[in-house]
């Protein structure tokens, strides 16, 4: 219900909101928002629905001290990267027991190729996020060209844009793209 009386107001204006007066509700009803992507996050990680349950009230408590530290551009992207380097970081402090005896290198191939994959997972996962927050001519060529692997002229077509319009949204994407990996990275 909550909810309801406060979705016009936009995730950004919640945050200002917050920053103003310093109100923890602005914060509660932003992560509200949130809290179904938050699980589906953790629960793809960790494979647990309550270590999954946990973490969403760990992250939460790292979101309010982070949103302390750190100015918030994409509150929903900035949340899916703390949800995911939370659960990254509890997976590898997840430690796998073994005698001596066996080769010590099998459990360091398992850890590496365990975090590699995550890691890899995460990588995909923060380029369809980056994706929904290109403007939309650029997400409907890049989405038109690289994952339905369309060309510039079936693109055209499609779109109504001309090959150069296509050529430069493209362009533009990418280079768009690489900018919002980079910052959602650097949280």
């Not at 060309?151 to 280079?175: C, D, E, H, P, W």
Request: charged content about 30%; hydrophobic content about 40%.
């Amino acid at each position: 219900m909550i909810q309801e009386a406060f979705k016009h107001i936009t995730d950004i204006e919640l945050l200002k909101k917050y920053k103003t007066d310093q109100n923890k509700e602005w914060l509660g009803i932003l992560l509200q928002r949130y809290t179904m992507l938050l699980l589906g996050v953790c629960m793809k990680y960790l494979k647990d629905e309550e270590a999954a349950k946990d973490a969403v009230q760990q992250i939460f408590l790292k979101a309010l001290n982070e949103l302390e530290k750190y100015p918030v551009e994409y509150p929903k992207s900035w949340l899916y990267k703390i949800a995911s380097n939370y659960c990254l970081m509890k997976l590898r402090g997840q430690k796998v027991y073994i005698s001596i005896d066996k080769a010590p290198a099998i459990s360091e191939i398992h850890d590496e190729e365990n975090t590699s994959s995550i890691e890899r997972e995460i990588n995909l996962d923060l380029l369809e996020v980056a994706i929904e927050e290109l403007n939309k001519e650029q997400k409907t060529c890049i989405t038109l060209f690289y994952l339905q692997k369309k060309s510039y002229q079936q693109i055209s077509a499609i779109t109504g844009f001309s090959l150069l319009q296509v050529k430069s949204n493209i362009q533009n994407g990418k280079r768009n793209l690489k900018i919002l990996i980079e910052k959602k990275q650097s949280f």
